[in-house]
């Protein structure tokens, strides 16, 4: 089936983490005011859209997404007046605007949490998830995501609430109609003032099947809640419900972050004529390179499962689904540290590579501030230069109590795959602080900003910033890229990837090496087209020829068109 052509699928969305962007006041925290600085650059850059992470009031828990009044901006990041300011001026300069919306929980310090723990009677009650019980005996084995029980015990109430996050996290009960009319409204106030779409956070988790059953116990601590929360049973009834009410009304753009979201389900909350979603966000490939305790003991990488996992959701949604792009985001670590090389020579080579392979997929690609100049993982001395309470957390409750892990193989994962390896300030320049900031930032630069920063690479046509632009401009000039259906060869080959697109006429046929070493490739003589030209490689060679043997140089993308 053929894909509808519309301007969310033609469009690059660039994410910004407001706390590591750009600090306009000089207190370490980037804020609004500092997004509005960059406008050009993002600009220069040539995306169309910005998703912004959480800029909402919140007592930053979990950095912006525990929030406590979802229509003021937190006060570290500006006022309701700047925010209008850089929707007016983006808009302006022909840039859109997508919000995060956090409403599988609130803070704690939420006006409906505050109201509903008051009483039982509080008609704020029920906006959370409240089970009677004893102290010492949660509802169920459920773990939360950032360790510990996802259940907190209230001594006034004698009942425990619902978090799949933080404590200061609890969850919302969707299925309270007032709270879901109550989020609609806000929703609508946004789109009021003129946001063109929301990123929405972890959306699948939303309806909580309703037996609140034992988990499987997969690492012997606590129970797994995401058979019972993940694609519940009335999250398409939900979204379906948001659409007829709130986003039907408006030409925006929707992207639900799904995690534990299969083909069939991506479908629903994606199709065309459900009328729910945009697209998704998945996170199967993310969790390739994850052990026994997740993150916190990785496995090595192999190429076949990344490949393989492409296959399945390119195929899988071709006509009846749309697909988010990315590698990176304010979850991830820096992918040319995770799957390409971070080394000498090979950084600028890899990071282009990646850069090439994503942006040939079909589907809506994604940038994470920083991806675009090459930016790397971390390694800080010490667990006390981290500030993200997934971290902190973890090491509290693997190391420290239940010592599953010794802090020497804690650190190894939280160097290859913690969140704070994407948080470390955007790097500018060579300047202090990389330009960041005057003032000392709320978590430290990554020390090799002095050679890896925007103001080295922006006037550079070789750099990886100008290789990012290239293939944003390329996208917006040709189909193929956008919508074209995906074929993959060699699927045995553990260093080589190869796929093809097709779309009215055109073809383009990708090719990108993953290894550091010469790769020689025997390729079906049936692809192997004189027509083929290059549309564009990483190693500046638009000379090259497509053969049916080819040897590809480490670390070498290239895609043809023909
Ligand atoms: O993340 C949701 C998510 O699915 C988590 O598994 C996430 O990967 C997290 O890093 C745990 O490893 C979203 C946000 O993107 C994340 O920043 C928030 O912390 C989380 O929801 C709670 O709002
Ligand atoms: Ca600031």
Same mark, same amino acid.
């Given at each position: 089936m053929p894909q509808t052509e519309t301007w969310w699928k033609e469009s690059v969305i660039y994410q910004i983490y407001p706390r590591s962007f750009n600090d306009s006041n000089d207190d370490g925290i980037g804020d609004v005011n500092g997004i509005r600085e960059k406008l050009d650059y993002l600009k220069n850059l040539g995306v169309d859209v910005l998703w912004i992470s959480p800029i909402y009031r919140s007592p930053n828990a979990d950095n912006g997404y525990d929030i406590s009044d979802y229509q003021a901006i937190m006060d570290e990041f500006g006022t309701m007046e700047d925010f209008d300011q850089l929707l007016e001026e983006s808009h302006q300069k022909g840039i859109k605007i997508v919000m995060d919306l956090v409403v599988n929980h609130t803070s704690d310090e939420h006006r409906w949490f505050i109201e509903s723990k008051k009483s039982k009677e509080n008609p704020y009650h029920d906006y959370y998830i409240w089970k009677d019980g004893e102290k010492n005996q949660p509802p169920n084995n459920w773990g939360s995501a950032f360790s510990g029980s996802a259940w907190k015990y209230n001594e006034e109430l004698g009942q425990w609430y619902l978090h799949l996050f933080a404590e200061k996290q609890p969850d919302l009960n969707w299925e309270n109609e007032k709270v879901r009319q109550s989020v609609y409204d806000m929703m609508t106030w946004w789109f009021e003032k003129g946001i063109d779409g929301f990123r929405m &956070?972890?959306? @699948? !988790?939303? @309806?909580? &099947?309703? &037996?609140?059953k034992d988990g499987e116990t997969f690492s012997g601590l606590y129970g797994n809640s995401m058979e019972f929360c993940c694609n519940g049973p009335r999250i398409h009834e939900f979204l379906k419900e948001m659409n007829d009410k709130v986003l039907s009304k408006y030409d925006v753009v929707t992207v639900g972050e799904a995690p534990g979201v299969t083909i069939e389900e991506a479908k629903k909350y994606?199709?065309? &004529? +459900?009328? +729910? !979603?945009?697209?998704v966000f998945q996170f199967e490939m993310m969790g390739? $390179?994850?052990g026994k305790y997740g993150k916190w003991t990785p496995v090595p990488f192999r190429l076949k499962d990344m490949k393989a996992n492409f296959e399945k959701w390119q195929k899988g949604l071709d006509g009846s689904g749309w697909n988010s792009l990315y590698? $990176?985001?304010? $979850?991830?670590?820096?992918i040319v540290s995770r799957w390409g090389n971070d080394t000498g020579q090979w950084r600028e080579k890899s990071a282009k590579m990646l850069a090439l392979c994503l942006h040939m997929h079909q589907g809506t690609p994604y940038i994470y501030q920083g991806e675009e100049i090459g930016m790397t993982n971390v390694r800080f001395a010490s667990i006390d230069d981290y500030q993200d309470i997934e971290i902190l957390n973890a090491y509290q409750e693997l190391v420290k109590e239940k010592k599953v892990l010794t802090e020497e193989q804690f650190m190894e994962g939280v160097y290859k795959l913690s969140r704070d390896n994407a948080r470390t300030p955007m790097q500018w320049s060579a300047e202090k602080n990389s330009g960041f900031s005057n003032g000392d930032p709320w978590l430290n630069v990554n020390p090799n900003y002095a050679e890896i920063n925007v103001a080295n690479q922006i006037n550079d046509p070789d750099s990886v910033f100008s290789f990012y632009k290239q293939l944003i401009e390329l996208r917006h000039h040709n189909k193929v890229m956008v919508y074209g259906n995906y074929e993959q060869y060699l699927k045995e080959d553990e260093n080589v990837y190869v796929f093809t697109r097709e779309y009215e006429e055109k073809k383009l046929l990708v090719l990108c090496n993953f290894s550091d070493r010469n790769q020689e490739i025997q390729l079906p003589s049936f692809l192997v087209e004189e027509e083929y030209t290059v549309l564009i490689s990483n190693d500046n060679d638009t000379s090259k020829c497509l053969t049916e043997n080819m040897v590809l140089l480490p670390y070498e993308g290239v895609a043809f068109i023909k």
């Open positions: &956070d972890v959306i @699948s !988790l939303i @309806s909580k &099947d309703q &037996d609140f994606t199709g065309k &004529d +459900e009328n +729910e !979603l945009n697209m390739i $390179d994850h590698w $990176d985001n304010h $979850d991830q670590p820096r």
